[in-house]
């Protein structure tokens, strides 16, 4: 099948009829009839039969669509990898960054670096460790700014800064607002377990494998955010990364560094071989600067 084909059966494939298809690949029905009608001939067998004005995958179009839709999503990635380049004019800073930086260090970097640069565009999404290398690889972003990353090949990493796990707590369970902390004075308490949180877990487990300390949980959630949310509404406490401690901070609830501190890095990470923007580069030290505020 050429490529062509695979675009055609596809669409077929996923909307049913000649007509849809024809819609989302902006060509004109006799066009996809006729590609398709090109392929079948070409495998030697029928592809669709038409039930009731629908087209029906036939047994052998069910054999091969797993095959044809990886092929199909590779042919959207480098469709997607094509429009970033073509996006990435003079002039425009995009960036991947953990979502704890975005409640108060990227804002504030952005808007500082706008005040100078009026011209520059900015494109800012949200990246995870997990999903970091196949935004660097289509170009979604040009700069990946995450905590303790793994190495990865074809991947360059520099350490911006250094931060830190730290405990937040409920007021009243600890009066005096201490602002240090071990794991033992808090083995009593409930523990609000953040799940799936990636180095940053990996290192708060290692410690309590160290010190023999093991926490109860009954409340589990997916982020940092709702986590300190829940230790403001009295529900236990929880360890987060500083900058989401710091940003959602209420009246009746406080923080405290671990003894001894847990500590973590900040890495910006790009492509090895990619040359890193020029605007991307004068944008960093306003980034390092609000990172080193917290």
């Not at 038409?50 to 480098?78: H, N, S, W």
């Not at 999903?131 to 690889?137: E, G, S």
């Not at 009243?172 to 004075?185: S, W």
């Not at 609000?192 to 926490?215: K, T």
Request: include cysteine; proline fraction near 5%.
């Amino acid at each position: 099948m050429r490529l062509r084909h695979i675009e055609i059966f596809h669409a077929i494939y996923t909307t049913g009829s000649i007509t849809n298809a024809a819609k989302i690949l902006h060509v004109s029905q006799p066009s996809v009839s006729k590609v398709l009608a090109h392929a079948e001939a070409q495998l030697g067998f029928n592809l669709f039969e038409r039930v009731k004005g629908r087209l029906i995958p036939t047994e052998e179009a069910e054999m091969m669509f797993d095959e044809v839709d990886k092929i199909y999503q590779q042919m959207r990635a480098i469709k997607n990898t094509a429009k970033n380049i073509r996006d990435s004019e003079f002039g425009k800073v995009s960036l991947g960054v953990t979502p704890a930086l975005g409640f108060n260090v990227i804002p504030c970097a952005v808007t500082n670096f706008h005040k100078k640069h009026h011209n520059v565009n900015f494109d800012i999404q949200t990246v995870h460790n997990e999903t970091v290398m196949q935004a660097l690889l289509e170009h979604k972003c040009d700069l990946a700014i995450l905590f303790s990353p793994q190495s990865r090949p074809n991947i360059k990493s520099i350490e911006l800064s250094q931060s830190e796990l730290v405990i937040v707590y409920p007021k009243e369970i600890f009066p005096d607002c201490p602002q240090k902390l071990t794991l033992k004075q808090l083995e009593q308490y409930e523990f609000i377990d953040i799940n799936d949180s990636g180095p940053l877990g990996s290192l708060f487990w290692a410690r309590m494998m160290e010190d023999n300390v093991y926490l109860k949980s009954t409340i589990k959630v997916q982020t940092y955010f709702i986590g300190t949310k829940l230790v403001e509404q009295g529900a236990g406490l929880c360890v987060v990364d500083k900058y989401t401690a710091k940003n959602n901070l209420s009246d009746n609830t406080a923080i405290a560094s671990f003894d001894p501190p847990l500590t973590f890095t900040v890495n910006a990470l790009h492509l090895e071989n990619s040359c890193v923007p020029r605007t991307v580069t004068e944008f960093l030290p306003f980034l390092i600067e609000e990172i080193k505020n917290i």
